[in-house]
């Protein structure tokens, strides 16, 4: 949906320096057309077998990328009472929400019980405890899952891998069969299912499929224990390609193996994914501001930075950058840096790129997930606005912050 025609970069039907030109830059700017074909990748891939699709709202938590989803019928994993609250604003539907995280708080709880969410992916026994003494405040009964720790090893960054016995996440699955024993006694719950997590930008799907065995033989043991255990939850991590070369596992291909080992055991399935639907529809769009060159290299200034795109900063992550206009320029070797203070304030080192000139546009690629969401005020820049593409015409979803926004709520 990102492509050439002659030598200007287009998302959909819509030239992006058009949108660089309106919006200003630097801006995210959203394909809807790849965000619905991923979703429904998802979704007709898993076909009859009950499921729901439910969307990691952390990787793109837009109103408008949520309002897009919940219209074509996602659920959502949330793990935050601002997540639960952005999803209600978007329109989407509560009773396909699961709530996710290890640190939830009784505020967060109690909001998700108002608001009648599906279930709680639930990390500890004290966690447990309290999701029982509230739901008993409000006379009502909670459906929970406790997400087991299956001790996979996901092979990915060391920052989002979490399915290993020394990670904070989750309960050993050695020890859940205690845990739901031990949760009959909280009348408040009811033990739906059992979910899992292990990792995210996952380019192996074996570890998932791993997890996916140890799980349904864990469902099997609490059934024979009589426990109903009706649903499986297994989680998101779908990797998706960052650079040109790398091969991501295929959605449909994927989840044709999750539902064959699901078939015909009377479960609801629940999948959780953020990156592989949001991932590849977004880019950074950002203008070369300068370009300077020291004995050692050569930079190439933009008004983008590590505030408002982190990845390649904190995981040294690669993301693409490719120019709004081809030019016959031979290419150059170039460090992408922003205006932000600080050496770590690059987004990509002695990379091969255009031969890019001020007032020249750039597409940061593959920055939909995890891109606006990690993006702060640091050095007191208004964070970028966010554009949805749908077809021939384009949307700001999100405006550019002002300097008004940056103090908002501050007393002098
Ligand atoms: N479910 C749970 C419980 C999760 O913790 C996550 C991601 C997901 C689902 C969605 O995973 P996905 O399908 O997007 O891989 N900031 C990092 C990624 C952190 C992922 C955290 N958990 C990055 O920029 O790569």
Request: hydrophobic share 40%; with cysteine.
């Amino acid at each position: 949906m990102f492509h050439y025609s002659n030598q200007d970069l287009y998302c959909e039907n819509v030239p992006l320096a058009d949108i660089a030109r309106q919006a200003g830059t630097p801006a995210y700017v959203y394909s809807s057309a790849i965000i619905l074909e991923n979703y429904r990748a998802y979704d007709e891939a898993l076909g009859a077998l009950p499921h729901t699709v439910c969307y990691a709202v952390k990787a793109n938590s837009s109103l408008g990328i949520l309002a897009l989803l919940a219209k074509a019928g996602a659920g959502f994993d949330i793990v935050s009472g601002g997540e639960l609250y952005r999803v209600m604003r978007a329109g989407g539907d509560p009773a396909k929400v699961v709530f996710s995280g290890v640190g939830k708080t009784a505020g967060e709880v109690d909001y998700a019980l108002e608001s009648g969410i599906h279930m709680f992916n639930c990390e500890s026994e004290p966690e447990l405890a309290l999701i029982d003494a509230l739901a008993a405040r409000r006379g009502v009964k909670a459906g929970f899952a406790i997400r087991v720790n299956p001790d996979v090893d996901a092979s990915t960054h060391p920052y989002i891998s979490t399915g290993l016995r020394e990670h904070k996440f989750g309960i050993d699955i050695a020890d859940a069969e205690a845990v739901y024993e031990r949760a009959r006694d909280l009348p408040n719950l009811t033990a739906e299912g059992v979910s899992c997590h292990i990792g995210s930008q996952l380019m192996d799907t074996n570890p998932i499929l791993e997890a996916t065995e140890r799980v349904l033989a864990l469902v099997e043991r609490l059934r024979a224990k009589g426990f109903a255990i009706g649903q499986i939850d297994l989680g998101g991590g779908l990797g998706v390609a960052y650079q040109a070369h790398e091969q991501a596992p295929e959605i449909r291909g994927f989840v044709a193996q999750v539902r064959a080992r699901l078939e015909g055991r009377g479960l609801r399935v629940t999948i959780e994914p953020g990156r592989s639907i949001v991932g590849r529809a977004g880019v950074l769009l950002t203008r070369v501001l300068y370009r300077k060159k020291s004995a050692e290299k050569e930079f190439v200034v933009v008004d983008a930075a590590m505030n408002d795109l982190i990845r390649p900063s904190l995981y040294r992550s690669h993301h693409e950058i490719i120019p709004l206009r081809k030019t016959g320029r031979p290419e150059i070797v170039a460090d992408v840096v922003g205006p932000v203070c600080e050496t770590g304030d690059f987004l990509a080192r002695g990379r091969n790129m255009a031969n890019a000139a001020p007032g020249d546009y750039l597409a940061v690629e593959t920055a939909g997930a995890y891109g606006f969401v990690q993006s702060s005020n640091y050095n007191s820049r208004p964070r970028a606005p966010e554009i949805l593409v749908e077809g021939d015409t384009f949307r700001t979803i999100r405006a550019r912050e002002t300097y008004a926004d940056l103090v908002r709520g501050e007393v002098k």
